[in-house]
């Protein structure tokens, strides 16, 4: 019998599985923390214990998939490497264009002439021994480098002269902007191309912890990591490509939530740790986002499942709003580590650091938090006081040790965006705890974290809860509510009737709220969510049925909801697609701009015709790379044409072939 092991690497847990899919059970669950500093511990955890809940032996195990939501939860928090922009035959305004600036974040930006034009000859000449004086500069403070050159898609030459050099003279990882997408709109795809290499350290380190782990007890099966469309890749080219792992976690929880309840039209939720993702099953599938994977404010060129990933889950951080006289409450778009979580390894400096806080009527602005440091991630490029402030960082302690005065909170904040640190505080995890709806930590550790936020005043002078249970509860309901909010704004955005609107605006509108709340006045008005809602993540039970009652909609929670992404894991199949674009400058020219550089033909179908072999041949070799048996291939091509005095005069053309199959597996 083989047998298909599933791994889900989230910001809290770690969950395994292992699935028997052609008598469609699961015969074995396990979750495990999530262990940052050693990730194959968390990974060994869930693994070992899924294994022995199935009584399996791992020469059962055919084929190991894995999803994650690190990538995401990174973009979404800011968080990744240091790495160094080459942009080639760009200038500096188009640095502000698409969100570059802010997904650079300060890091270094090498400014060259260069790239070509839309028909691929060469604008200007690149000049590789500028290059190669600024990549050995910026080498020692980065991680990576992301290249990316004017109208790499039509001719890539200079990328790929410019990453040749990069690798020969750092040794670093680097990423062409041309290899991650085949659109136009350079500095959309050099943002994409930075978020990619940002995120390539953080992808090997979880992949080469799962291979020690799968050595390490025995399992010899093909590893798959599943991609942000869910389909399924080698963890060989994820180490290439990490920026397609962006949304993995969620695409993984979209063909679990299939394969559990067999929906065929829902709105899938999913809550995490730090994330809540939600899409919709149209006719049992999920649409795939045309413009590009959104995620943590960046419109990338990764195509994904149609997905809004929010920053609200279980261990988001939560914020007192002092303004005004009443006061409240929100969540996010940061993942705190809990209080409750942090004490389980470090009890008596966070007890001692609660009571000591507690004993005082005045509280100080970090009393309550705590700093975490990291293991593992890349730290050149740091200021003198991120550097004084880090060395300071040698054990978890309250945060006003680690500071020696206000001007370093700045720098402190820095290092977390880096992943250098980690903030632990207050969070709905906490508050579950103190509501008896967790009891996985250490519940006394929440109470007396609750007890000292409660004490904050609000902007009339009074605590913002009477008692810890209050403020949890409050805690609770505002996780409700926001969970609420990103279902309307999914909901509103994919309704055609309301096609083109703010679905934002809608999902906040005092009439859908009132719709919500049976509202009858001299105005009676009714709304509810005509979908159901399939709830996922270990903490859906605890909160997704008061979010099912608000909306009036029937709420599935899954015998498996908890590891849903980890079944999804392994539910996929392997999909490689790519597109080439054909065009025509002159009458008469037809130019196909093949990776290798463009080919220039005098017929249009002898154009088509090379574009089409091209893309087939790399579909078929890149999808046998990932794993891939029984290929099939399917190819697609959209041709613009205009009528111009009764002749048919032909523009441009997009041929898209991709080639799909099931994964290999190691034996059965």
Known sequence: MALLLGVDTGGTYTDAVILDEAAGRVLGKAKALTTRADLAVGIGGAVDAAMAAAGVTPTQVALVSLSTTLATNALVEGQGGRVALVFIGFDADDLTRGGLTEALKGDPVILLDGGHSHAGTEAAELDLAVLEAQVAEAGPEVMGFAVAARFATRNPAHEVAARDLIRRVTGRPVTCSHELSAQLNGPKRALTAVLNARLIGMIDRLVKACE???????????????????????????RERPIETILSGPAASIVGARWLTGARDALVSDIGGTTTDVALLKDGLPEIDPQGARVGGFRTMVEAVAMRTTGLGGDSEVHLVQSGLAGGLRLGPRRLLPVSLLAVDHGPMVHAALDRWLATEVAGDTDGRFVVPMAGAQAGGLSARESAVLARMTRPMPMAEALTSRLEV???????????????????????????????????????????????????????????????????????AQTVGCLLEAAFAEDPAFAGEDAGALAGHSLTAAGLSRHRGIVQVTARLGVPVIGLGASAPSYYGAVGERLGCEMILPEHAGVANAIGAVAGQISQRLTGMVSSPAEGRFVAHLTAGPQVFSDRDAALEAMESALRAEAETRARAAGAVDLRVSVDRAVKEVEIEGRSMFIEATVTVTASGRPRVAHG
Do not use: N
Not at 454 to 471: D, K, N, V, W, Y
């Open 212 to 238: 020690r782990h799968l050595a390490a007890v025995g399992i010899d099966a093909p590893l798959m990591v599943v991609r942000g469309d869910g389909a399924l890749i080698s963890a060989a080219m994820v």
């Open 410 to 480: 700045a720098a402190l904040e820095r290092l977390v965006a880096r992943g250098l640190l980690m903030i632990s505080g207050v969070t709905p995890s906490d508050a579950s705890h103190v509501l008896g709806r967790l009891a996985d930590w250490d519940g006394l550790a929440a109470e007396k974290a609750l007890r000292l936020l409660a004490r904050r005043r609000t902007g009339a002078g009074e605590r913002f809860a009477a008692s810890p249970e209050a403020l949890a509860q409050a805690v609770v309901d505002q996780l409700t």
